[in-house]
T-cell receptor
């Protein structure tokens, strides 16, 4: 079974600064998908960014980018120019590419990000 | 395009009762997954329905069940509620193919007293 670990329960960053959230995962599969989700106080889970394991290029979405290290099974999220609205719980998630796994996501424990003005 | 909707948003039930939660996916999405979120256990996968069939199931007791209708709407049922079932129940929908992104609803907050 796959596991996802987020070793930083809490992180804080100054507004306009850059912060990196860590995520490691364990799998024996070679093809899979990785995601970062954001959950603000409203509790609505919002997709931040996606990475396909077969792609070597790191995904970017505006101020959000990832550092995907497949061999190290590491998938960190970098938030540049942090804004107050980025304050939320961030979850790293794994999805197998195996057909039998369906759409099942395995989540990490989450990292609570605080943005200080 | 409308997002994933879940009803009701809040629910208070008594131990021993049963409850049914509803989820309407994004139009065109045929896969619906359910997750339970608690402070102690985090986010845990309950089950997934695709084309009215359960495609995958997490490690939850048989008191947790679900179904999907022909219009892809899904319901989950919890029978004989226990205090530990108090949680935020999240529903997510996705297309059946890549990139497999799941879009979540706002959740149903269930409190069992």
């Amino acid at each position: 079974a796959q596991t996802v670990t987020q070793s930083q329960p809490e992180m804080s960053v100054q507004e306009a600064e850059t912060v990196t959230l860590s995520c490691t995962y364990d799998t024996s599969e070679s093809d899979y998908y990785l995601f970062w989700y954001k959950q603000p106080p409203s509790r609505q889970m919002i997709l931040v960014i996606r990475q396909e394991a077969y792609k070597q290029q790191n995904a970017t979405e505006n101020r959000f980018s990832v550092n995907f290290q497949k061999a190290a099974k590491s998938f960190s999220l970098k938030i540049s120019d942090s804004q107050l609205g980025d304050a939320a719980m961030y979850f790293c998630a794994y999805r197998s590419a195996e057909e039998t796994s369906g759409s099942r996501l395995t989540f990490g424990e989450g990292t609570q990000l605080t943005v200080n003005p | 395009k409308a997002g994933v909707t879940q009803t009701p948003r809040y629910l208070i039930k008594t131990r021993g009762q049963q409850v049914t939660l509803s989820c309407s996916p994004i139009s065109g999405h045929r896969s619906v997954s359910w997750y339970q979120q608690t402070p102690g256990q985090g986010l845990q996968f309950l089950f997934e329905y695709f084309s009215e069939t359960q495609r995958n199931k997490g490690n939850f007791p048989g008191r947790f069940s679900g179904r999907q209708f022909s219009n892809s709407r899904s319901e989950m049922n919890v029978s004989t509620l226990e205090l530990g079932d108090s949680a935020l129940y999240l529903c997510a929908s996705s297309f059946s193919g890549p990139p497999y992104e799941q879009y979540f609803g706002p959740g149903t907050r269930l409190t069992v007293t």
